[in-house]
């Protein structure tokens, strides 16, 4: 673990004229949504505390200006470190999807990041969940999430951001897609509209969300501006590519084995797996009208075109 240089007063916090500087905590920075929040927060004005996994990492954080600690999730010390004296903190767990257990290396790292958060008692804690982390079976990978809502649920000003599909999930597909005019589908039926989200907005929202001022428990459920079908994103995809595109259904008995040529575990894939089928049958959905709901402004098209400009620098 790398110590942050204690060249800030006040726990951190830099002095300034009219006081101090609200300081912000970023895990998974070098992520598109942590990325975003980080880049927001600086930009307003406030200082931002990086916790990269390596230190190769940290280089370009510091030079924007941030503060760094080294470590990961299970890393107590680096926690404790990292979240000791700030305003609030943004908490996003890994995929772990090349692990061979992806739900013990959550429950592992839920432990230590509770540890940390109860020794430093936090000003307020903004989590990155899912749409349907409201469920307590029946999600696939996105259990990690309600078990993560359920252990911090008690803190005293702690926000869980529901987000919906994000719309990179599709990067992957784009060179398939330009090359066939195939876009496999494992959401199905093709019509079915499904909240959809950017990353961008994501961060977006997180920073936003840690500069309010509010207390206790809240639920935000975060999708873009409309909802997208299979059938919607091949069009997206048609546009963006300049080719005619057309959604296909992939079966089913060729999820796992996909879900492993792209590097998951067998645990992994089997999650992943009763994640689309949840998403399928309607079981996945937000928990409306119980929750607060907020839009991104970012489409699909718009996101899409992103992501190929993006992999073409």
Same mark, same amino acid.
């Given at each position: 673990?790398?110590?942050?240089?204690?060249?800030?007063?006040?726990?951190?916090?830099?002095?300034?004229?009219?006081?101090?500087?609200?300081?912000?905590?970023?895990?998974?920075?070098?992520?598109?949504?942590?990325?975003?929040?980080?880049?927001?927060?600086?930009?307003?004005?406030?200082?931002?505390?990086?916790?990269?996994?390596?230190?190769?990492?940290?280089?370009?954080?510091?030079?924007? /200006?941030?503060?760094?600690?080294?470590?990961?999730?299970?890393? /107590?010390?680096?926690?404790?470190?990292?979240?000791?004296?700030?305003?609030?903190?943004?908490?996003?767990?890994?995929?772990?999807?090349?692990?061979?257990?992806?739900?013990?290396?959550?429950?592992?790292?839920?432990?230590?990041?509770?540890?940390?958060?109860?020794?430093?008692?936090?000003?307020?804690?903004?989590?990155?969940?899912?749409?349907?982390?409201?469920?307590?079976?029946?999600?696939?990978?996105?259990?990690?999430?309600?078990?993560?809502?359920?252990?911090?649920?008690?803190?005293?000003?702690?926000?869980?951001? !529901?987000?919906?599909?994000?719309?990179?999930?599709?990067?992957?597909?784009?060179?398939?897609?330009?090359?066939?005019?195939?876009?496999?589908?494992?959401?199905?039926?093709?019509? !079915?509209?499904?909240?959809?989200?950017?990353?961008?907005?994501? /961060?977006?929202?997180?920073?936003?969300?840690?500069?309010?001022?509010?207390?206790?428990?809240?639920?935000?459920?975060?999708?873009?501006?409309? !909802?997208?079908?299979?059938?919607?994103?091949?069009?997206?995809?048609?546009?963006?590519?300049?080719?005619?595109?057309?959604?296909?259904?992939?079966?089913?008995?060729?999820?796992?084995?996909?879900?492993?040529?792209?590097?998951?575990?067998?645990?992994?894939?089997?999650?992943?797996?009763?994640?689309?089928?949840?998403?399928?049958? /309607?079981?996945?959905?937000?928990?409306?009208?119980?929750?607060?709901?907020? !839009?991104?402004?970012?489409?699909?098209?718009?996101?899409?075109?992103?992501?190929?400009?993006?992999?073409?620098?």
């Amino acid at each position: 673990m790398q110590s942050i240089k204690h060249r800030h007063t006040g726990g951190g916090r830099l002095k300034t004229k009219d006081g101090f500087m609200a300081v912000y905590t970023i895990m998974g920075i070098t992520g598109n949504v942590g990325t975003t929040a980080a880049t927001k927060l600086l930009a307003d004005g406030s200082e931002v505390r990086a916790i990269v996994r390596r230190e190769e990492k940290a280089a370009a954080w510091r030079a924007r /200006g941030a503060q760094v600690v080294v470590g990961n999730p299970y890393d /107590g010390d680096a926690l404790k470190t990292a979240f000791d004296g700030v305003d609030g903190i943004f908490i996003m767990t890994p995929t772990w999807f090349e692990s061979k257990d992806m739900f013990a290396e959550n429950t592992a790292a839920l432990k230590a990041l509770n540890e940390a958060l109860r020794a430093v008692s936090p000003t307020k804690v903004v989590l990155l969940s899912s749409i349907g982390a409201q469920h307590s079976h029946g999600t696939g990978a996105i259990l990690k999430l309600h078990h993560m809502e359920r252990a911090f649920a008690d803190l005293p000003a702690v926000t869980s951001i !529901r987000a919906g599909w994000f719309m990179e999930n599709y990067a992957g597909l784009i060179t398939s897609v330009r090359e066939t005019g195939v876009l496999p589908s494992m959401l199905n039926p093709l019509d !079915r509209e499904v909240p959809m989200i950017a990353t961008a907005d994501i /961060g977006t929202t997180v920073a936003a969300v840690l500069q309010a001022d509010w207390r206790g428990q809240r639920i935000v459920e975060l999708e873009g501006p409309r !909802r997208y079908s299979p059938h919607d994103i091949a069009a997206a995809l048609a546009t963006v590519l300049g080719r005619p595109v057309t959604a296909q259904v992939q079966p089913e008995t060729q999820w796992l084995s996909t879900y492993r040529s792209w590097g998951l575990t067998s645990r992994s894939a089997d999650a992943m797996a009763e994640m689309l089928n949840g998403f399928n049958t /309607g079981w996945i959905v937000f928990e409306r009208p119980a929750t607060e709901t907020t !839009r991104g402004g970012t489409s699909l098209e718009t996101a899409l075109a992103g992501m190929i400009s993006k992999s073409s620098a």
